[in-house]
């Protein structure tokens, strides 16, 4: 079994590499509420928390799509969210959710490689790399 640590790490660095390949300077930062600091073609500067997971098996007798559950934490201090599908090797990036908000759950048919390219260009206007 993978430890939280090392989830949590790969989550980080797939999505600096993804981000990377799309012509940013990204730095992984061990800071509470922000892991990732991330200076765009354009010269823009944002800060990203990374949350990171493995699928879960449906629940019986309850709603049978395979969902990625994140715990949140209410330190989050970032502009954006990237919930990082670590068995697909997508990510979807948002803006953060409510201070309140103790855990968010994505349904798999949710990470597509078009939807992370949506996400991306729609918050940090980059396009795929070539």
């Known amino acids: 079994m993978v430890s939280a640590t090392n989830t949590g ?13 799309r012509g940013c300077h990204v730095s992984i930062v061990d800071s509470e509420g922000v892991d ?10 944002i800060n990203i928390e990374v949350k990171s997971a ?23 201090k970032a502009e954006y969210m ?3 599908a670590l068995d697909l090797g997508l990510f979807l990036l948002r803006r953060p959710l409510a201070k309140n908000a103790k855990q968010c759950a994505i349904p798999r048919r949710h990470f597509t490689p078009e939807a992370m ?4 260009n729609a918050h940090l206007l980059l396009k795929p790399p070539s």
């Open 117 to 120: 390219e949506e996400t991306i």
């Open 9 to 21: 790490r790969a989550g980080e660095h797939l999505v600096a590499h993804l981000l990377i390949l």
């Open 36 to 45: 990732l600091w991330v200076m765009t073609p354009a010269g823009d500067t």
């Open 82 to 84: 990237a919930f990082v």
């Open 54 to 76: 493995y699928p879960r098996a449906p629940e019986v007798g309850r709603n049978r799509s395979i969902r990625y559950a994140f715990t949140l934490h209410s330190t989050v």
